[in-house]
């Protein structure tokens, strides 16, 4: 069993910052790409940054220069941060990783969401 669990959503003001992070546990052996997608009412999940395991990263460009994708392996940890929030950076966020278990089984795990909502 894999879990994925997303933090530190919340209420900010435009031109705010916030930090999310995302971890993963359990039958882990290897994480390759940790990605961060995000979903605003009534619009499609997009695609935000993605890290490989190699530290390489990219992001779209609604957000390129404003976000900061980095990764913590010792901890299966993925953060995001979010500078210069704009009105329309308000979405629910996920977490998204490709992860190996110890049967040598690669799969996509998805987190549950956080909230990021700006607002003046």
């Known amino acids: 069993q894999v879990q994925v669990v997303e933090s530190g959503g919340g209420l900010v003001q435009p031109g705010g910052s916030l930090r999310l992070s995302c971890e993963a546990s359990?039958?882990?052996?290897?994480?390759?790409?940790m990605t961060w997608y995000r979903q605003a009412p009534g619009k499609q999940r997009e695609w935000v940054a993605n890290?490989?395991?190699?530290?390489?990263?990219n992001y779209s460009d609604s957000v390129k220069g404003r976000f900061t994708i980095s990764r913590d392996n010792a901890k299966n940890a993925v953060y995001l941060q979010m500078n210069s929030l704009k009105l329309e950076d308000t979405a629910v966020y996920y977490c998204?990783?490709?992860?190996?278990?110890?049967?040598?089984?690669?799969?996509?795990?998805w987190g549950q969401g956080t909230q990021v909502t700006v607002s003046s």
């Open positions: 359990g039958n882990i052996f290897r994480i390759y790409d």
């Open positions: 890290i490989g395991n190699n530290g390489n990263t």
């Open positions: 998204n990783t490709a992860i190996m278990t110890f049967n040598k089984v690669v799969r996509s795990y």
